[in-house]
């Protein structure tokens, strides 16, 4: 069993920075792909950003790359999200969860994922 748990959203002005935290405990080394998703009132759960948690590949969504970051510290079981130059359209409750794939194969479909955290609120404000 893997627990996820989130930490570190928050309410921030546009153009704002916040990271968020993912902390994996118990049977980590089934996993292969930490990912975060977000989810908006009224819209599915989708895809921001994944990393490979043996070599650290990433992979990002169109619509946050350039702006946040992935990374994942194995010493840890941490999964961290950077994200800069917020935007009133980022606002959503952020979830991390983990897959026993390689990202490629894990894909971005939030079906495909079994292990999740409860999700951390992030508020971008205009």
């Known amino acids: 069993q893997v627990q996820l748990v989130e930490s570190g959203g928050g309410l921030v002005q546009a153009g704002g920075s916040l990271r968020l935290s993912c902390a994996a405990s118990?049977?980590?080394?089934?996993?292969?792909?930490m990912t975060w998703f977000r989810q908006a009132p009224g819209k599915e759960r989708e895809f921001v950003a994944a990393v490979s948690w043996s070599g650290g590949s990433t992979y990002y969504a169109d619509s946050v790359k350039g702006r946040f970051t992935i990374s994942r510290d194995n010493a840890k079981n941490t999964v961290d999200l950077q994200m800069n130059s917020l935007k009133p359209e980022d606002t959503a409750v952020y979830y991390c969860?983990?897959?026993?794939?390689?990202?490629?194969?894990?894909?971005?479909?939030?079906?495909?994922?079994?292990?999740w955290g409860q999700g951390t609120q992030v508020t971008v404000s205009s």
């Open positions: 969860a983990g897959n026993p794939r390689p990202p490629l194969t894990a894909g971005t479909e939030a079906r495909n994922y079994d292990r």
């Open positions: 118990g049977r980590t080394s089934i996993i292969n792909t």
